[in-house]
C-alpha cells in the first residue's frame, strides 16, 4: 500500500526532475485509480511549509494535475507501456514504464525505458511501435528512440525474443555483447549473458543482419549466428528457429549443451548455486527438452538423462557427483 509520505516525496522528485520512469509511471497511476489521493496531495501542495516558494507551489501543481496547452513549448507527451511479468509459470500484468518526449522546438529525445528480470522471472514488453519483446531470466534491456531519426536502438544484457513491428525506413537496432543486430521488422532470439563465451541469434521470420567489429552476416529464416565475444568472430550454422524460443513457454531446450552451460540456466531459473564435484562433470553434455516445475525435477532430469548424482547441503547448494 503506496503511503502519502513517499507519494509526496516521489511527487517532489518529479518537479526537481530526480525521479526515474518508473517513479513517474507509479505517480501516473497512484493519482488515475484514486482521485481522493490526488486531491489530498493537491491540498498538501496548496499548503507546503514556507521553505517551499509559491512558485515552486504553481510548477508542481501545474506539471502533476493540469494538461498545458497544445501551444505550450513545455509539452510533455506520454506514451503508457504495460509489462506483463511472469514469475515461473504465473503472468501478472503490472504497468511497466512512460516515454517522456519534451520540447518540439527543440531536438527530441526519450529517456531510456529499462527493464529487468530477476531470477525465476521474465517479462513481456510491449513498446509503442507495437513491438514485442520477452525478456528471460535475469536479464535486463535498455531502449531508446530517436524522435528526429525514429531510429529504435536496444542493449540486451541477457536473453530475450524479440517480435519486431516492421517499418521499412527506420531500423530496429539490438547491440549484445559486442554484436549488432539490425532489422527493420522480425522475429528473433538473442541470448547473451555476461558469465557466456558467445552471443547467439536465432532468426525466426523476416531478415537481419548480424555484425561484429570484423565481419557481418546477412541472416535468414531458421539461421543461427554465434558471436565469440573473445575473437569477434561469426559462425552460422542452420537450425529449427522454434526450438530457440521454446523457454518463453516454460521450457527449457538443450541442444548438446554441456552440464556448466545447463547448471547456469538452472540457477537463473531456481535460484540455486550448482557446483562440480569434478571438473570432468563440468563437460557432460546434454541434449532435450525440460518443463520442470521445481529445481528437484530438473536435477532429477538430468541424473537420468547422464547418470550423474547430486546432493544438496543444508544451504541448499547444489553438488553433482558421479
Not at 511479468?85 to 516515454?99: D, Q
Not at 547491440?175 to 522475429?187: A, K, P, V, Y
Not at 567489429?213 to 554465434?226: A, D, E, K, L, W
Request: hydrophobic share 35%.
Amino acid at each position: 500500500m503506496i503511503t502519502k509520505e513517499r507519494l509526496r516525496k516521489i511527487a517532489e522528485k518529479c518537479l526537481d526532475n530526480r525521479a526515474d520512469v518508473g517513479e513517474k509511471v507509479l505517480l501516473d497511476v497512484w493519482l488515475e485509480e484514486d482521485e481522493q489521493l490526488g486531491e489530498w496531495l493537491e491540498n498538501e501542495i496548496e499548503h507546503t511549509p514556507s521553505y517551499i516558494s509559491a512558485e515552486v507551489n504553481e510548477r508542481l501543481r501545474r506539471s502533476i494535475f493540469s494538461k498545458l496547452p497544445a501551444n505550450d513549448p513545455e509539452k510533455v507527451e506520454k506514451f503508457n507501456i504495460w509489462k506483463a511479468s511472469t514469475i515461473v509459470a504465473t503472468i501478472a500484468t503490472v504497468f511497466m514504464a512512460a516515454f517522456y518526449f519534451y520540447t518540439p522546438s527543440k531536438p527530441q529525445y526519450t529517456l531510456p525505458l529499462s527493464v529487468a528480470t530477476g531470477c525465476g522471472e521474465r517479462s513481456v514488453v510491449n513498446l509503442p511501435d507495437s513491438t514485442c519483446i520477452n525478456l528471460n531470466h535475469e536479464s535486463r534491456f535498455d531502449y531508446y528512440y530517436n524522435t528526429e531519426t525514429q531510429e529504435r536502438t536496444l542493449a540486451l544484457c541477457g536473453e530475450a525474443t524479440f517480435d519486431v513491428a516492421t517499418d521499412p525506413e527506420h531500423p530496429f537496432i539490438v547491440n549484445c555483447n559486442g554484436l549488432r543486430i539490425e532489422c527493420r521488422g522480425t522475429t528473433f532470439n538473442v541470448n547473451g549473458y555476461p558469465d557466456e563465451k558467445t552471443v547467439t541469434v536465432v532468426l525466426d521470420e523476416g531478415i537481419i543482419t548480424a555484425a561484429s567489429s570484423r565481419q557481418q552476416i546477412n541472416m535468414h529464416p531458421g539461421t543461427m549466428v554465434t558471436f565469440n565475444t573473445q575473437t569477434n568472430s561469426l559462425t552460422t550454422t542452420s537450425v529449427d528457429a522454434k526450438e530457440y524460443s521454446e523457454w518463453t513457454r516454460g521450457y527449457e531446450r538443450f541442444n548438446n549443451e554441456s552440464l556448466d552451460v545447463v547448471a547456469r540456466r538452472l540457477s537463473r531459473s531456481f535460484g540455486a548455486k550448482i557446483h562440480f564435484e569434478s571438473p570432468d562433470i563440468a563437460e557432460i553434455h546434454l541434449t532435450g527438452t525440460l518443463n520442470a516445475e521445481s529445481l528437484d525435477e530438473a536435477l532429477r532430469f538430468i541424473s537420468t538423462a547422464t547418470g550423474i548424482r547430486y546432493r544438496k547441503d543444508a544451504k541448499g547448494v547444489i553438488t553433482l557427483f558421479n
